[in-house]
């Protein structure tokens, strides 16, 4: 089986041929207690929980760099594994454009578990997820909105290239992502123990536009919108001084990332912008695509 799979800040997606489906990118290591249902993975001697169910250990630990990645990949690539009914023989991923350096090691990675591993750049998942709306434009620009970070690539046409585009530019910038929104959200909130709420537990708040507090569902809409338009106004200044006025200028305009949730074409002067389905997965889905087409060549 082929799986493209996106490992990100916030969370991991995996898109197989017949289903995607995410987890949070948390692991802890498995404390047992006298009687307990959960799935647990072994690696190197250890018992670990991966994904929702490892905030219930003491020790969680979110990945938060590219040491993390490489140390907690074999973790998620066990879970993923144990999560399919099919073992994966072809496994596709994206590394940020500034940590390419690393693309060997991750494929060596993914082929310790016996599939085959190739990694493209972050960015070029959303490209292949899209190409089939975008493939007659002269220029393109990706934008990847995050948890923590905002990704662009910007491609223009160029026949000699196998796949259509040049990669003219791209850049990761970090904190940068929807977190921004949801810190502006949580600045913006008059109640201190709502404040003083976990990241996590905000997040989830600012997913959902309302949560239970204290037994008592509030609404906090209103307060998501006023934090995503500042966060969108945030975005505009900062691909401003990356590609100028490129983002005015630049024929097709993709917008996705679980970002794309919140932020409008709109919202960044560009309502003609394309936004996939789910864009969450939209990474996930274009590396699984990829891997179709190498699988096919073999
Ligand atoms: N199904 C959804 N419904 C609503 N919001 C969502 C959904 N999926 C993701 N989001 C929002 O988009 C944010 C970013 O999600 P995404 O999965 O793209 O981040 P990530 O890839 O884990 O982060 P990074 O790219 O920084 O590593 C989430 O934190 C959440 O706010
Ligand atoms: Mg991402």
């Given at each position: ?69 490489l140390k907690y990949l ?70 990847d909105i995050g948890y ?151």
């Open positions: 089986m082929i799986i493209g799979l996106d490992v990100g800040f916030g969370r991991t997606k995996v898109c197989t041929e017949e289903k995607c489906f995410s987890f949070p990118s948390w692991v802890a290591r498995h404390t047992p207690s006298a009687d307990e249902e959960v799935e647990t993975v072994s690696l190197f001697g250890e018992e670990y929980v991966v994904g929702e169910d490892a905030k219930y250990e003491s020790s969680l630990i979110e990945i938060s760099d590219i040491k993390d990645y074999p973790l998620f690539l066990k879970y993923v594994s144990q999560n399919l009914s099919e073992t994966p023989e072809i496994i596709i991923t994206g590394l940020p454009p500034k940590y390419r350096n690393y693309a060997e090691k991750v494929e060596k990675i993914i082929e310790d578990t016996e599939a085959a591993g190739k990694v493209i750049p972050q960015g070029m998942g959303i490209f292949f997820d899209v190409k089939g709306q975008v493939s007659q434009s002269e220029d393109i620009l990706i934008i923590n970070t905002l990704d662009y690539i910007m491609l223009v046409k160029d026949e000699r290239k196998q796949i259509g585009f040049r990669k003219r530019k791209s850049n990761t910038i970090d904190n940068f992502g929807i977190n921004r929104a949801v810190l502006e959200f949580r600045n913006n909130l008059e109640d201190s123990y709502i404040k003083n709420l976990s990241l996590t537990r905000l997040n989830e708040i600012f997913i959902n536009g309302k949560g239970r507090i204290l037994n008592e569902t509030v609404d906090f809409s209103k307060q998501r919108e006023r934090a995503v338009n500042a966060y969108a106004e945030m975005v505009i200044g900062r691909l401003k001084t990356e590609v100028g006025d490129f983002i005015a200028n630049v024929e097709t305009i993709v917008i996705a990332g679980g970002g794309a949730r919140f932020i409008k074409g709109e919202m960044i002067g560009r309502p003609d912008a394309f936004i996939p389905e789910k864009p969450e997965f939209s990474q996930a889905r274009g590396y699984f695509v990829f891997g179709k087409t190498l699988g096919e060549e073999k």
